[in-house]
């Protein structure tokens, strides 16, 4: 499948526009196809409902309603994340991440496609992967995606309330939760009596619970892998002032701390002052809340259409549907720039909830007023 991704060098101007593929959606979450699917493209919204966008027509039966297991009463629970497995098309695997009702404890669920529809899950297949408590119904992360080394990365929130008041430490520092944490399982070797197995590589000593990957995060709400690197790049929502891009290098290995609740940004939160930053892995991208209030993370572009484009990390904010975009390179943000202007001269998105990366690397955008925008050139 990554063969479709177009890893070579950008080249050329750019400007960008947002073209609408599709509208009438009910907070849509998430965008996005199966390895080596150019025909298709899934919409997940909060709800709990999936639908497809086949060879460019929304197709009205839904691939997947799960609505009626899904707790959606808080603004940031519900269907929050979609993975599809590397070998989707093969064994019709995919893993969901939603608030389960009631509780709104955290579930990450395997679902399998039916067996005599391509365009329909088989709701009946439901396999409980993970279920994590969730004290708060806010902060509950949503993202999963699978690595390159075919392991699948939960990212899941402090636990919420505000200030990671959870434990002595906060749930960010603490290794003994999956909260405020990226976690990493193995999905094809059930073992110890779970539905997963630990890979090698992942967080050991200080007590880290086994599926631990990086810790000090508040709410990873949106993060992606560049499909060509296998960097890791993480939106992470800030509390009251700075909204953060972290960006995980693919040779890095586990062990990351991203600082929360110490830090927020590269400020002091928790002490305000004179906070201890050593080990700690600071952003190479953060806005104040004049700019926002929420950062939307997106994906490093690899397609075709837009050269200019390709290796270019973009990102909005969620509250002021303003976006961003850079380069990662020598460790850095390399020429950073707000870039709202240009692309949505041609269409302006309402609350910015997700971006989304297709089979071949062209980006989406998926707005809370229900529709879903292609980002192309101008």
Known sequence: GATLFDCSASSGAV??????????????IWV?????????????EQDGVIRLIKS?????????????????????????????????????RFFVHYSKTGNGDT??????????????????????????DQPESNHNGGDLHFGADGMLYIGLGDGGGGGDKHGSTGNGQSLSTLLGKISRIDVDAAAGGKAYGIPSGNMTGGGAAPEIWSFGLRNPWR??????TGDMYIGDVGQNEWEE???EPAAKGSGTNYGWRVMEGTHCFNPTTGCDQSGKE?????????????????????????????GTYLYADYCSSKFWSFKYAGGKASGLAEITSDITSAGKPGQIASFGQDAVGELYVADFGGKVWRIDAE
């Open 107 to 132: 579930v990450i669920a395997e679902y399998k496609r039916s067996a005599s529809d391509p365009d329909k899950a088989d709701v009946a297949s439901e396999k409980i992967v993970l279920e994590v």
């Open 15 to 28: 400007n960008l526009k947002l073209t609408e593929v599709a509208s009438g959606y009910d907070r849509p």
């Open 282 to 310: 600071l952003p190479v991208a953060e806005y104040d809340h004049g700019d926002g209030c929420s950062v939307t993370g997106g994906f490093v572009y690899r397609g075709k259409k837009v050269p200019a484009l390709r």
């Open 245 to 247: 891009i972290d960006v």
């Open 223 to 228: 993060w992606s892998f560049d499909p060509c």
């Open 56 to 92: 460019g027509s929304k197709v009205a039966a839904p691939f997947l309603d799960i609505d009626a297991k899904i707790e959606s009463g808080g603004n940031e629970q519900g269907l929050l994340g979609i993975a599809f497995h590397p070998a989707y098309a093969d064994n019709g």
């Open 32 to 44: 996005g196809s199966p390895s080596g699917d150019t025909d298709r493209l899934f919409v997940g």
